[in-house]
């Protein structure tokens, strides 16, 4: 069982950055692949982030890669999200995710966080 709490969300002007973080307060967090996903009104959520157990291998949508960084520590159960350069279009809640699967699809992922908003102003 693994229960997630995000924070770190806000309001940033475009070009700013923000730092979210995702806790596991149950603590078997080191056991899982872990993820973040975001959802603007009216649209599919969508992948954009995941590392692995260990934290060795991290993959990036594109829309972000470059500007975003995912890292997790794990004595501390927590996944970041480094949020760089951000822009209007990356508006959206977003939510961390753990799975024993290493994939980019939501439905892979069998734990979920509640969200944190992000809304970046122009």
């Known amino acids: 069982q693994v229960q997630l709490v995000e924070s770190g969300g806000g309001l940033v002007q475009a070009g700013g950055s923000l730092r979210l973080s995702c806790a596991d307060s149950?603590?078997?967090?080191?056991?899982?692949?872990m993820g973040w996903f975001r959802q603007a009104p009216e649209k599919e959520r969508e992948f954009v982030a995941r590392?692995?157990?260990?934290?060795?291998?991290?993959t990036y949508a594109g829309s972000v890669r470059g500007r975003f960084t995912i890292s997790r520590d794990n004595a501390k159960n927590t996944v970041y999200l480094q949020m760089n350069s951000l822009q209007p279009e990356d508006t959206a809640v977003y939510y961390c995710?753990?799975?024993?699967?290493?994939?980019?699809?939501?439905?892979?992922?069998?734990?979920w966080g509640q969200g944190t908003q992000v809304t970046v102003s122009s």
């Open positions: 590392v692995t157990r260990s934290g060795i291998t991290k």
């Open positions: 149950v603590h078997t967090f080191s056991n899982y692949n």
């Open positions: 995710a753990a799975s024993t699967a290493f994939e980019t699809a939501a439905g892979t992922y069998n734990y």
